[in-house]
């Protein structure tokens, strides 16, 4: 059965960090494109990182780039999403997703999301 299980999410102050990972169980993550997208209450969901499956390549939304990294650990067919210098409006619920293609391609398969809240 092809799932992705999402963790890492929480309660942390502003300024802060966060390591959310994304495991997959029934296929091989590195041939897959993973992203994470995020949705707030209110709010449509957005893209926020990609790596690609091809030539691990990595892409950020603006607003997050050079404060969240993302990377694969292969033996671990995990995908791990670090995000530092957190804010207020960073809080949303955080989701992987996986591509057969590439990172601006249909995503199959969701995880469930995790939750987090960026609040002093």
């Known amino acids: 059965q092809v799932q992705l299980v999402e963790s890492g999410g929480g309660l942390v102050q502003p300024g802060g960090s966060l390591r959310l990972s994304c495991a997959a169980s029934g296929f091989t993550l590195d041939s897959y494109a993973i992203g994470w997208f995020r949705q707030a209450p209110g709010k449509e969901r957005e893209a926020v990182s990609c790596i690609s499956s091809s030539d691990g390549n990595t892409y950020y939304a603006d607003s997050v780039k050079g404060r969240f990294a993302i990377s694969r650990d292969k033996a671990k067919n995990t995908v791990y999403l670090q995000m530092n210098s957190l804010r207020p409006g960073d809080t949303a619920v955080y989701y992987c997703?996986?591509?057969?293609?590439?990172?601006?391609?249909?995503?199959?398969?969701w995880g469930q999301g995790t939750q987090v809240t960026v609040s002093s």
């Open positions: 997703a996986s591509s057969r293609r590439s990172c601006g391609g249909t995503y199959d398969y």
